[in-house]
């Protein structure tokens, strides 16, 4: 499977952006997905997650309320709309990607170790 995230950019804070991950190659409705962030000098950290249907989300605390994790299983895409954009955001964000076996639950998953596909990452820049 392949997965390419695009939609980063630089933006104001205050601003907004929207990412987009395509996933090809598999059936993307059989994926449990997920962005994460990781910051210079800092470990990549979970951002928001999703279970395969969209119907069970994840937000890490300091972006409740402003990002939204979104898919559309017939596009074959996954989005993580950003708004509210604060200087603490800036990170180079990935989408990552689970595939559903007979040991998945239905939830969501927040462990980079729990994915085995990546995306190249994508640049969010936001200015104070």
């Known amino acids: 499977v392949q997965l390419q995230a695009s939609g980063g950019g630089l933006v104001q804070a205050g601003g907004y952006l929207r990412l987009s991950c395509e996933v090809s190659?598999?059936?993307?409705?059989?994926?449990?997905m997920g962005w994460f962030r990781q910051a210079p000098g800092k470990e990549r950290e979970i951002v928001a997650a999703?279970?395969?249907?969209?119907?069970?989300?994840y937000y890490e605390d300091s972006v409740k309320g402003r990002f939204t994790i979104s898919r559309d299983n017939a596009k074959n895409t996954l989005y993580l709309q950003m708004n509210s954009l604060k200087s603490q955001d800036t990170a180079v964000y990935y989408c990552?990607?689970?595939?559903?076996?007979?040991?998945?639950?239905?939830?969501?998953?927040?462990?980079?170790?729990?994915?085995?596909?990546w995306g190249q990452g994508t640049l969010v820049t936001v200015s104070s």
């Open positions: 990552a990607a689970k595939p559903k076996d007979i040991y998945s639950g239905s939830y969501y998953y927040t462990s980079s170790n729990d994915y085995p596909y």
């Open positions: 190659g598999r059936t993307f409705s059989n994926y449990f």
């Open positions: 999703i279970n395969w249907s969209g119907g069970s989300t």
